[in-house]
């Protein structure tokens, strides 16, 4: 499954993206961001497009389909989270509460696994060699 996720994003739009993004991406909160990246401009469907990596990932995970041991110890998701996690309670405000919602509890079941679970050598790292 966790192949199949980084292969539907992986296309040219979403490289492109995620390039854009890592580069370009700035805004201190939602009002920034609305002014910088309106609704349906370029730059939005960048986000838009970055941000729904991680909102896929959440879904499938948690209801089930995908093991998050495998995806959090693949995928940083803290990285993009610390750059829009300011913007995202005011968006939902904006848009609805189910805009980003399962990033948003991705982000929060991220932090989680790395208190809890997360350590090198853990037993059910080795344990699948």
Known sequence: ML???MQAFSTPEDH???LWFMKNYSAKDYVEFKSKYPF???EFVHISHVLSSYEMAGVL???GLLNENLYFDSVDVMYVWNMVKD???DWQKDAGPAL???YVWLAKRY???LKNVWKP???WKISAR
């Open 16 to 18: 492109e993206a995620g």
């Open 40 to 42: 349906g401009s370029p």
């Open 100 to 102: 980003w919602e399962n």
């Open 121 to 123: 050598n853990q037993k």
């Open 111 to 113: 932090q989680w696994w």
């Open 61 to 63: 995970i948690s209801h």
């Open 3 to 5: 192949f199949r996720l």
């Open 87 to 89: 913007i995202i309670p």
